[in-house]
């Protein structure tokens, strides 16, 4: 490891933070302070560890947010950046390409201390991490090659190592959670045939020791074990689950999403039941790993549509509920003690499932299971229409913030050799991507979703893909970034575009929002995505328009 700290601006940061912080950086962060952190901290990937991406602050309202203006910048390093900041007492800490971690002055960009994890050169090159954790001094990253790394949050000194997957190509790509002191992960790089599966990862939140593995498909012999068609473990593969979860102390519970079985096909992978846990929510006790219940919201799954993403906890009417929506753009409620499903809402773009009046699953329409070799038509596209770029929830109007994309595609499914080592996401021929016949010349879509019901209240579309996450916040102002470089701002009730610039590069990544001596910043990255995405390969194939491919950096946003 390597390592410069700007002394300088670490004694500043000293002299300017506020009263309450601890004398030479920041406060501690307890369980009770990430199950209830203060109004202008981001401690988590969505903030809280509902998963709701909403800010309670206010400064920035729908009146004012057309004057907002940036206060300052700071460039990444080179790489694929879909980076989460988190901010603490007015430090912010970045995840940069190349595990390679940046503590700045919340006010004014200056760097505090840097630390790089240490990679060779063609590794780091790949290495990307969409978000961190913190847990009383500690900075908790994610790697490339499978270890969780504890960094001291006000000095950037690496404390401990842990290699979490042993096995090669086990890699993360996002951040872990912390729930009663386990620190959780979810492994991925998981669709190779090899004798291990993958897992969700508990460890110690002092020491990194790991404390339990729960593995994300179901076993030989064990509970679930007979939805693969009696295939070995070795041929058992997929199951990844690389967005982060959710934990609710109420219940004592982390929910968990999982992505597909693969190969993607049925008939290339050589199974016609389930595959369980595959496209599930788990609820999983954090002290022991134990899975409570699951909900499989894709049986079977045979196009690629991922269900791994934002697990985000609503309570109402008495009720206490996990929503969830996936590549499908289907809107999931399932209640959060017992798994039972409450709804199920399709907002009406995919033309693959019908949904199950008893299960509440998708099931499969008559005819579009594909065949092998044969050309299929089929939306969304295996890029969804909801994937990475998370939800956002507001209380207070009990609506989501959703950034679709709307496409579809013709492709032929290829076999796959059941072999040691083979596997992947399985081959494909003649693909071609197609706007929706919806909206024939826009890709982009921003929708106000009611929770209730499920409805679409207000949408926005863009001719590029919505490539951020969507941020609400208290002053009824909804924000998120486009494949064209621009970051809009919409009212949140009416769905009103209110104020927008153009960046430098594409947006990419999840908007935040904090406070610094009374000031509100809406802070938001840039970057680009891996050239076999689908956030590359779909504008290229059906726009004309081409973004800047350089590397990225974090734009932050305040009223003067």
């Known amino acids: 490891m390597t390592q410069r700290v700007a002394l300088a601006a670490l004694l500043l940061s000293a002299l300017t933070a506020p009263a309450e912080a601890q004398p030479g950086g920041v406060r501690p962060v307890t369980d009770a302070v990430l199950q209830n952190p203060e109004d202008g901290d981001w401690l988590s990937w969505r903030r809280t560890l509902d998963g709701q991406g909403y800010s309670p602050l206010d400064e920035i309202t729908a009146d004012n947010v057309g004057e907002l203006r940036l206060a300052w910048s700071w460039g990444l390093e080179s790489g694929v950046s879909q980076t989460t900041p988190i901010v603490r007492d007015g430090m912010m800490f970045v995840a940069n390409p190349g595990n390679i971690v940046h503590a700045l002055d919340g006010a004014n960009g200056d760097l505090l201390w840097e630390y790089r994890y240490e990679l060779d050169a063609q590794r780091r090159a790949g290495a990307q991490m969409r978000s961190l954790a913190i847990y009383e001094d500690l900075i908790l990253l994610n790697t490339v090659d499978a270890h969780m790394v504890g960094i001291d949050a006000n000095t950037g000194e690496e404390r401990w190592k842990t290699e979490v997957g042993t096995a090669p190509g086990y890699t993360f790509t996002s951040g872990p959670i912390v729930a009663n002191g386990t620190i959780v992960t979810g492994l991925t790089g998981c669709g190779r045939y090899r004798e291990e599966t993958c897992y969700i990862v508990g460890l110690d939140g002092q020491t990194g020791r790991e404390l339990w593995r729960t593995s994300t498909v179901a076993l030989p012999g064990e509970r679930g074990g007979d939805t693969w068609s009696d295939l070995p473990t070795m041929f058992r593969a997929g199951g990844d689950a690389w967005i982060p979860g959710s934990f609710d102390a109420d219940t004592g519970l982390i929910y968990w999403g999982t992505a597909q079985a693969k190969p993607w096909a049925r008939a290339q992978r050589g199974t016609d039941g389930d595959a369980l846990y595959t496209n599930s929510t788990l609820a999983l006790n954090p002290a022991t790993g134990e899975l409570e219940w699951y909900f499989q919201h894709i049986p079977g799954d045979s196009h690629d549509m991922d269900e791994t993403f934002e697990r985000v906890l609503v309570d109402y009417d008495g009720r206490q509920s996990v929503f969830t929506m996936g590549k499908l753009a289907i809107l999931w409620e399932n209640?959060?003690?017992?798994?039972?499903?409450?709804?199920?809402?399709?907002?009406?773009?995919?033309?693959?499932?019908?949904?199950?009046?008893?299960?509440?699953?998708?099931?499969?329409?008559?005819?579009?299971?594909?065949?092998?070799?044969?050309?299929?038509?089929?939306?969304?596209?295996?890029?969804?229409?909801?994937?990475?770029?998370?939800?956002?929830?507001?209380?207070?109007?009990?609506?989501?913030?959703?950034?679709?994309?709307?496409?579809?595609?013709?492709?032929?499914?290829?076999?796959?050799?059941?072999?040691?080592?083979?596997?992947?996401?399985?081959?494909?021929?003649?693909?071609?991507?197609?706007?929706?016949?919806?909206?024939?010349?826009?890709?982009?879509?921003?929708?106000?979703?009611?929770?209730?019901?499920?409805?679409?209240?207000?949408?926005?579309?863009?001719?590029?893909?919505?490539?951020?996450?969507?941020?609400?916040?208290?002053?009824?102002?909804?924000?998120?970034?486009?494949?064209?470089?621009?970051?809009?701002?919409?009212?949140?009730?009416?769905?009103?575009?209110?104020?927008?610039?153009?960046?430098?590069?594409?947006?990419?990544?999840?908007?935040?929002?904090?406070?610094?001596?009374?000031?509100?910043?809406?802070?938001?990255?840039?970057?680009?995505?891996?050239?076999?995405?689908?956030?590359?390969?779909?504008?290229?194939?059906?726009?004309?328009?081409?973004?800047?491919?350089?590397?990225?950096?974090?734009?932050?946003?305040?009223?003067?």
């Open 335 to 560: 209640d959060r003690t017992t798994g039972e499903l409450v709804n199920a809402s399709d907002l009406g773009y995919q033309n693959l499932f019908d949904i199950d009046p008893r299960s509440g699953q998708a099931v499969y329409r008559e005819g579009m299971v594909q065949t092998i070799g044969d050309i299929t038509y089929f939306c969304p596209s295996t890029g969804g229409f909801k994937s990475l770029r998370a939800m956002s929830f507001h209380p207070g109007l009990e609506a989501f913030y959703v950034p679709l994309n709307l496409n579809c595609e013709t492709a032929a499914f290829l076999p796959v050799e059941q072999r040691p080592g083979g596997g992947g996401t399985g081959g494909v021929r003649d693909k071609e991507y197609h706007f929706h016949p919806r909206s024939p010349d826009h890709i982009g879509e921003l929708a106000s979703v009611d929770m209730r019901t499920g409805e679409t209240r207000w949408s926005q579309r863009r001719r590029t893909p919505i490539n951020t996450a969507a941020l609400a916040t208290a002053g009824g102002v909804v924000f998120a970034g486009d494949w064209d470089r621009y970051v809009m701002a919409y009212d949140a009730d009416t769905g009103n575009e209110l104020w927008q610039t153009r960046l430098p590069q594409m947006t990419n990544g999840f908007p935040i929002s904090y406070e610094e001596d009374g000031t509100q910043y809406v802070a938001i990255g840039t970057g680009i995505s891996i050239g076999s995405s689908w956030a590359t390969l779909i504008p290229a194939a059906l726009l004309e328009e081409r973004t800047p491919q350089s590397s990225g950096a974090i734009f932050v946003f305040a009223l003067p």
